[in-house]
């Protein structure tokens, strides 16, 4: 009989509570003797336990694991020049009914960072980083790790650090590594990501500035006739993060997309704009915030003209709703949300989200910009439907952090047409140990 969703999540639970047990037992050991100045060991350990009811919107879809990553650093730094910088990790799926043996769940023994740093650590001066690595920039809505996947994100890549002053400049170029469960991790041929990073401190008064420009070469992408060729695309875009006035704090995204793929054209576009406002004299110290993002959709499949934004390789879990059933493609997002501070160390976050298609001729995408759902049929309204997430989170416990969470998303017209209409329920617990 196969396991019912109480019974799986009770078998994770009490795995997590040996593992955190153990780990807390080895913590409690008396210290070893510290190595020496240039050599630096690390670990992390994370596990979580998730649930999932609904999914793919179909009743009685629904599964319980748990998920366990283990990542062992080293790193050599004989001068302040230079260092050498290795990590290894290890992710791993229980109890999970649904594909439980590839990534993101799962990734056994593989090294997840191997790079060498060279240059000045220094606010003046050049470094650079060459070898296996996660390049992160901005809030991660165009690049990121991924780092809540249990597996992350990672680069075969170079990169070239230059600061001046206020003026801090990134260049990169590298491969997008290619996650194999049961092989080494290797760059995944022809999928090229390159670019330039400015961060601006004082060009405006107040704010800090970041122009950027990404470009991204992938192979085998299916064009609108149908046939597959090689993705050439630029992204230039712009972030603007002004510093608080008050007690209130904002920020905006804007980026265009031009490129090809094939004979068809990349015309494409999204934006971000946030606002918000901490209570300092309230209880709990609450900070309302309210938030608009945008991505373009394609309105017409057999132009040649390609509009729906590709949000290249972001970290997109939580931005567009806890659930990750909704990405930055063809999407316009209302996000509100408290920040409540009940305790020293706990923030509480509630959030509500309502999504609605950019085109209704366009399919809706999830987090990590795969396809979720099409009206083949013509169109099927244009809302998606709404969410509602609870969070807390707990830091500050020596070296450990644990996090628990609920979404549920009610779908709207758009998803009870394209799929059986099931709501979706999503809850976690972690607990994130380092040493």
């Known amino acids: 009989m196969t396991p019912t969703l109480a019974h799986r999540t009770f078998r994770s639970v009490t795995f997590a509570l040996l593992v955190v047990g153990s780990i807390a037992h080895v913590a409690a050991d008396e210290t070893p003797q510290a190595p020496p100045s240039w050599l630096k060991l690390g670990a992390d350990y994370r596990i979580r336990i998730e649930g999932v009811d609904g999914a ?48 993101p769940f799962r990734d056994v023994i593989d090294a997840h960072l191997a790079y060498a740093e060279f240059g000045a ?27 809540w996947l249990n597996t992350g994100r990672i680069f075969d890549a170079v990169r070239t650090t230059v600061r001046r002053g206020s003026v801090v400049a990134d260049g990169f170029a590298g491969y997008v590594v290619s996650m194999r469960a049961d092989r080494f991790d290797r760059p995944d041929p022809g999928n090229v990501l390159y670019g330039v990073n400015l961060v601006l401190s004082d060009l405006v008064p ?19 006739a149908g046939a597959r060729a090689v993705l050439h695309s630029g992204t230039v875009g712009v972030r603007w993060v002004p510093k608080p006035f008050g007690d209130f704090d904002a920020g905006s995204e804007i980026a265009a997309q031009r490129g090809s793929i094939g004979a068809d054209r990349v015309r494409a576009w999204a934006g971000h704009w946030a606002v918000g406002y901490t209570l300092r004299d309230a209880a709990f110290q609450p900070r309302i915030a309210g938030e608009y993002n945008y991505a373009s959709g394609d309105r017409d499949r057999h132009d040649g003209r390609r509009t729906t934004f590709d949000q290249l390789l972001p970290t997109g879990h939580d931005k567009y709703g806890l659930s990750d059933q909704v990405g930055w493609k063809n999407v316009h997002h209302l996000r509100g949300s408290v920040d409540l501070h009940p305790a020293k160390k706990v923030l509480t976050t509630i959030r509500y989200h309502s999504w609605w298609l950019a085109s209704t001729q366009d ?17 099927a309204g244009r809302h998606v439907g709404q969410e509602l997430d609870v969070q807390a989170v707990l830091s500050g416990l020596r070296k450990a952090k644990v996090a628990a969470g609920y979404a549920h998303l009610f779908p709207g017209r758009f998803l009870q047409h394209t799929t059986e209409g099931h709501s979706y329920s999503y809850p976690y617990i972690s607990v994130n140990v380092g040493f």
């Open 121 to 147: 650590a220094s606010n003046a001066g050049v470094s650079a980083r060459i070898g296996r690595q996660e390049l992160t920039f901005g809030e991660q809505r165009l690049i990121g790790n991924a780092d």
């Open 56 to 103: 793919r919107f179909q009743a009685g879809n629904d599964d319980g694991y748990t998920l366990s990553r283990l990542r062992l650093g080293l790193t050599i730094q004989p001068m302040s020049s230079w260092r050498f910088v290795l990590q290894a990790q290890d992710s791993r799926v229980f109890l999970k009914n649904q594909q439980p043996s590839r990534p």
């Open 363 to 379: 399919a809706l995408y999830d987090a990590s910009g795969a396809l979720v759902a099409l009206a083949a049929d013509g169109p």
């Open 206 to 224: 107040h704010a800090t500035v970041e122009p950027y420009f990404f470009g991204r070469r992938a192979p085998n992408q299916a064009t609108e």
